[in-house]
């Protein structure tokens, strides 16, 4: 036999990497640049043993060899359904090297918004945002990376990592053009559930061509390695064998070449045909029957660390396989012999770790079915016992055979409850399913629904509508639940564009309920439903009803306060007197403020309200209160960590509310924020439409009608429109972008079609809705006689409001339309009422048109002067015309 020394630990490592290496030290050059502020990506992909985890120590090693920082994270096959599983070990020890006091003084109020993910604070009251998570969790490393410069993160197999870590991932590789990080992240292509495949070809796309696919060693390089393991006698023909029967992978072969050397097996051809029986009998059924032989303690204890898949602890483990510590540490030096189990690396805690994740699953899955699950349920008490907490528990819970176990569906329930509390939606879901299966006790079934249809209520629509259905038609959900539920079951419905449904299913359920909190609340859902999204024309009569109602209210509890508000948005839509809408508003107060319950992170009622409390001040000339709410949901969003939807609502309607007092810059930036956060949450949505109707409004106000056309093409601001309320009236809006660039004929189209919904909703505000006044300047030349009616109508609308916008404004239109003296009087009478409004532009273009009509040049420099102050650059270039026109 031949004598031959130990084998290299790493012999293949880094075999035919050349050119994957090189990448690696050109990127950790770059990283060391400190003229360079840009990050980099680099992803490793390939099949298992081809070396991705080799190149990540690789970088490991020059990174810190240049005195840099690696933070670095495993993925693993059975930890998919613990959420922030993988983030967590990337920032975990970085934040622990930190008193409580220096990470929130270092980190402000992103601490308490993405701490709770990281397991590092507890969860905060109100509900958690998952988009504000991860904008947290992305802050939280620009941060930390500053401190830490220069800083690598690694992520191996993450194609195993959890779906919130992978959103997380993806969210970070975006924004790494400015942060000084390298971010090098492998995985198996093909591996990745729907959901983590979405998010990892995000990955991917990011890093473009430093994408690098890894291949198989060629026979070449096979025979070295050989030759290196087994000494130069190995012959051309025992080394092609190698190559043919492990395909060039280098793990298989550096496996295969140990057990031929632990045979002692002479490596010559006629040693050759022995191969394959060898590597057999190292894979598939081979592994078990190896396993098994090495004793019946041996293989329950590999058992037990497979199924706790990372920080497998020796005493963990041994609880679970039934053996005392002694027998357990000669199971682990009978393991670590056989290279099953390991010493940990710096990625891992615990004790030990698998040799391979390809050990690791051949291990896994050859635990016997009925006792895999039974094995998981031991863990979750290990888990527990050991002081983890139940959302760390949770993944083996999930793994527990069915059993109708009362106390199991309890602990999935406090699990979701858990995952919920952090931003992880899906992991609760997951939990609420599983208890579902167990299944609960009768009683118990509904309240698990109803807790599944709320932690998917804005995921999966039509889920959640089965779900609550289900949930109301079982007993066990009974009271302010009930009622809860079946407003959840409206709003899943209207996500799901079944609005009519929405609006039966609140005007059933209230028909059951006797007069009182319930039935007032279930009514104000309805009228909500009702005035918000479908209008007069589907619901005829609702606004009477809602005017009579609500004239029964005092605003005694937040039922009543709903309809206050309901009946104040409907009446400023249909353009009532706004002296008696502000005067409904105010009832629905508390202190002057929102009530509590009412808030704008306030789950019961949801932000309809509030905006529609704002909206309504905002089209009634109360603009200091319309501002300060909308100030208000800013930072209750910003400081509560929603940066999804809500926050893009909240940057819209503020953007609204600095468009109507004319400060027109401030407007514009608050409304390209409100843009980039709806474009997260996905096109088409009522809030994006929101985000660009009022963005092309401001756009058009600031005289940029280039830049307003541009975007209304990039965001498809086109036909068909929402069935929501969107304000402004997109319609009207965008009937003035075509007739600001000359597409006349298309313009007057629009407004024409404005017109016609606005009437069918009942909508009859001349500022909220303006299609007339544009409508009537369009028509002034092709038809004066329909353009004179549109601006008397308007005129009369606008005098029944009260406001001195409206007015104003319907004075312009009337202007415009008139010549010689008539016009000059009418432009002085929109000034009078325009300089007591507090909408500055109107204010502007009113002067700087009574200035050209009158040829007043202190009437054109008062106008300049405001339009200035507004940043309307297409009224300062009128007034800068007008008055070069009288020098």
């Known amino acids: 036999m031949t004598e031959v020394g130990p084998m290299p630990a790493t012999s293949a490592s880094l075999r035919e990497r050349d050119a994957e290496v090189g990448t690696i030290a050109r990127a950790v050059e770059r990283l060391l640049d400190r003229e360079s502020s840009t990050g980099r990506l680099l992803v490793f992909r390939g099949e298992a043993g081809l070396g991705k985890t080799a190149l990540l120590a690789e970088t490991r090693r020059l990174v810190e060899s240049a005195g ?16 922030f599983h993988v983030v967590r070990q990337l920032l975990q020890p970085a934040l622990m090297t930190m008193l409580e006091e220096e990470a929130r003084t270092y980190l402000g109020d992103w601490y308490d918004i993405a701490g709770p993910a990281l397991g590092i604070t507890r969860p905060g009251p109100p509900p958690t945002d998952p988009q504000g998570v991860y904008d947290g969790l992305v802050e939280l490393v620009r941060r930390l990376a500053a401190r830490d410069y220069p800083l690598a993160l690694l992520v191996d197999d993450a194609h195993w990592a959890d779906q919130e870590t992978l959103r997380w991932l993806a969210a970070f590789a975006e924004r790494l053009a400015d942060l000084p990080v390298l971010v090098v992240v492998a995985h198996r292509p093909g591996e990745a559930d729907e959901a983590g495949a979405e998010y990892l070809k995000a990955v991917d796309d990011l890093a473009g061509d430093a994408v690098r696919g890894l291949t198989a060693l060629s026979p070449a390089a096979v025979a070295e390695l050989t030759r290196a393991t087994l000494g130069r006698q190995a012959d051309d ?138 094995m998981h349920g031991i863990a979750a008490k290990v888990v527990l016992d050991a002081g983890r907490g139940i959302a760390a528990a949770s993944r083996h819970l999930l793994e527990v055979r069915p059993e109708g176990d009362a106390d199991l569906v309890e602990q999935l329930r406090e699990a979701a409850r858990a995952h919920l509390a952090v931003g992880a939606p899906d992991a609760a879901r997951r939990c609420l399913e599983r208890a579902l299966a167990e299944p609960p006790v009768a009683g118990v079934h509904a309240q698990v629904l109803y807790e599944l249809g709320c932690a998917s209520l804005l995921t999966s629509p039509s889920q959640t509508i089965a779900h609550l259905r289900r949930a109301l038609e079982l007993p066990g959900l009974d009271g302010d639940d009930r009622v809860d539920a079946v407003c959840r079951l409206s709003q899943a419905l209207l996500h799901n564009n079944q609005l009519d449904e929405a609006v039966r299913t609140v005007q059933t359920e209230a028909a059951l309920h006797e007069p009182g909190p319930a039935r007032m609340r279930l009514t104000a859902v309805r009228f909500m439903w009702e005035r918000l999204l479908l209008g007069e024309a589907s619901a005829p009569g609702s606004s009477e009803r809602l005017a009579a109602l609500a004239a029964t209210c005092t605003g005694r509890d937040n039922s009543e306060r709903a309809l206050l508000i309901l009946r104040g948005f409907d009446a400023t839509c249909r353009g009532e007197n706004a002296e008696e809408i502000a005067e409904l508003c105010d009832r629905a107060l508390v202190n002057g403020g929102l009530a509590p319950g ?199 609308r606008a005098e029944r409001l009260g406001t001195d916008t409206a007015i104003g404004e319907a004075l312009r239109c009337a202007a415009a339309l008139e010549t010689g003296q008539r016009a000059v009087r009418l432009a002085a009478q929109a000034v009078t009422y325009l300089e007591s409004s507090p909408c500055q532009y109107e204010h502007a273009a009113a002067r700087i048109e009574y200035g050209t009509l009158s040829r007043s040049v202190s009437e054109l420099r008062k106008g300049l002067d405001l339009a200035r102050s507004c940043g309307a650059d297409g009224l300062v270039g009128q007034a800068e015309e007008a008055l070069r026109a009288m020098e």
């Open 68 to 83: 840099g920082t690696v933070w670095s994270a495993r993925a693993g096959e059975t930890l998919r359904s613990v959420p």
């Open 237 to 374: 023909p025992f080394c092609r064998e190698v190559w043919a029967v492990t395909g060039g992978n280098p793990y298989y072969t550096v496996e295969l070449l140990a057990k031929v050397h632990d045979r002692r097996l002479e490596p010559t051809e006629s040693a050759a045909e022995e191969l394959r029986a060898i590597n057999k009998a190292a894979h598939d059924g081979g592994f078990v029957a190896h396993l098994e032989g090495l004793g019946i303690e041996a293989t329950r204890f590999a058992w037990a660390a497979a199924i706790l898949g990372t920080d497998i602890f020796v005493d963990h483990a041994a609880g679970m396989a039934g053996l005392g510590r002694d027998k357990a540490l000669h199971c682990v030096e009978v393991l670590r012999s056989a290279r099953i189990l390991t010493a940990p690396g710096p990625a891992d805690d615990g004790d030990l770790v698998f040799v391979h994740p390809l050990i690791a699953t051949a291990v896994y899955s050859n635990i016997p079915e009925y006792l895999r699950g039974a």
């Open 598 to 796: 009412l808030g704008w992170t306030d789950t019961t009622w949801g932000l309809e309200l509030p905006m529609m409390l704002a909206s309504a001040y905002a089209y009634t000339d109360r603009l200091d209160r319309a501002t300060a709410l909308f100030n208000e949901a800013l930072r209750a969003y910003t400081s509560a960590g929603w940066s999804g939807g809500h926050l893009s609502l909240a940057h819209s309607y503020l953007g609204l509310g600095l468009r109507r007092r004319g400060r027109l810059r401030e407007a514009e930036e608050s409304l390209r924020d409100a843009v980039r956060l709806a474009e997260r949450v996905g096109r088409g949505l009522p809030l994006y439409w929101s985000a660009i109707c009022n963005l092309v409004d401001v756009l058009l106000a600031r005289g940029h009608v280039d830049e307003a056309w541009r975007v209304a093409e990039s965001y498809e601001f086109v036909p068909p429109y929402p069935s929501t309320i969107v304000l402004p009236d997109p319609r009207s809006v965008r009937g003035r972008l075509l007739l600001a660039v000359g597409r006349t004929t298309e313009g007057i189209n629009e407004l024409e079609e404005a017109e016609k919904a606005a009437a069918a909703r009942g909508h009859l505000n001349p500022v909220m809705v303006p299609w007339a006044v544009d409508l009537a300047r369009a028509l002034a030349v092709e038809d004066p006689a329909r353009a004179a009616r549109l601006a008397t109508e308007t005129r009369a």
